[in-house]
């Protein structure tokens, strides 16, 4: 399948948007047939990382073939430190697109990103239609798309230190600012994602969840990315989904989170 070939691509630009908090524009072939929610698998050209790191895709242009991927650097000589240095015109090997990504709903809908599930908000909120709240979360007044998300939406901001927006988490601005929705897209760590899942459940709002675990092949082989869910799996007859072929984003009432 076209889709699982490694594909060289160019960087085309590289900016710095917070503290270790990087944005990049790729030229690449997956713009074609890219939609919010799937992600790309970037290998790092040190030889002595093998598998490739997952990351959201957070732009696409189809017009001129480009890909926009944001990402936080984990940490000193990990690959994501490695894209953080990267400039134009350097190369590197990508799978993509990979993942369903979030079905488009002309509804009423909840964009929720928290920290470094923001950047798959930023598309979704490009390509839906309907009336868009989107919440977003950070840890404190270092922010980033904010400015961008408030062109195609109306964007509520959550920070923990309370330095900006509502003091507290996504669902303490959901609440504060007496917010509604018929759907819910949210991308974000577990616990968040965990205390929207049951807004929605107790709301009987539609509420799609972009899940993250750790990959190694992100094509659907290694069965390392599973999640549980209510049904078994036609693949390996268990109650599991691995997230990285049948997601990352599910229904939250198919998953166990
Ligand atoms: C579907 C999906 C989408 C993601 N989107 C983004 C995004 O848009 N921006 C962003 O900054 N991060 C994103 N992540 C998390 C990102 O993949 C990890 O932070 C990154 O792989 C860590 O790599 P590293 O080189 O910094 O760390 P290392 O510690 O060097 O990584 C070692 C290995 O563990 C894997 N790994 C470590 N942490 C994770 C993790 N949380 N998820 C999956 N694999 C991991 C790496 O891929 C690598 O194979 C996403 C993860 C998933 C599953
Ligand atoms: S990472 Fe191998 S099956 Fe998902």
């Known amino acids: 399948m076209a889709e699982r070939r490694k594909e060289l691509v160019e960087v085309i630009s590289k900016e710095a948007l917070a503290k270790d908090i990087f944005s990049m524009w790729i030229?690449?072939?997956?713009a074609k047939t890219a939609v919010p929610g799937q992600f790309i698998s970037m290998y790092t050209n040190d030889g002595s990382k093998l598998l490739p790191r997952p990351i959201s895709i957070c732009e696409i242009d189809k017009e001129n073939g480009a890909l926009r991927v944001v990402y936080r650097v984990t940490g000193p000589s990990t690959g994501t430190e490695e894209f953080s240095r990267m400039q134009a015109g350097d190369k590197l090997y990508i799978i993509g697109p990979l993942g369903n990504g979030f079905p488009l709903k002309e509804k009423k809908a909840f964009l929720i990103g928290g920290g470094i599930g923001i950047p798959p908000m930023l598309e979704l909120a490009k390509?839906?239609?309907g009336e868009k709240q989107i919440i977003i979360g950070y840890r404190d007044s270092d922010t980033f798309l904010d400015k961008e998300l408030e062109q195609n939406g109306?964007?509520?901001?959550?920070t923990e230190d309370g330095s900006i927006g509502t003091k507290g988490n996504v669902c303490d601005a959901i609440r504060e600012n007496a917010l509604n929705a018929e759907v819910i897209y949210a991308c974000g760590p577990t616990p968040m994602l965990r205390a929207i899942k049951?807004?929605?459940?107790?709301?009987?709002?539609?509420?799609?969840l972009s899940l993250e675990e750790r990959m190694a092949c992100g094509i659907g082989a290694c069965l390392a990315c599973v999640c549980k869910t209510k049904e078994k799996d036609e693949h390996s007859n268990v109650n599991n989904k691995r997230i990285c072929k049948d997601g990352p984003v599910f229904l939250a009432t198919e998953v166990e989170i």
């Open 198 to 208: 049951e807004y929605a459940l107790e709301n009987g709002i539609e509420c799609y």
């Open 154 to 158: 109306k964007v509520y901001i959550a």
């Open 27 to 30: 030229r690449t072939d997956a």
């Open 127 to 129: 390509q839906l239609k």
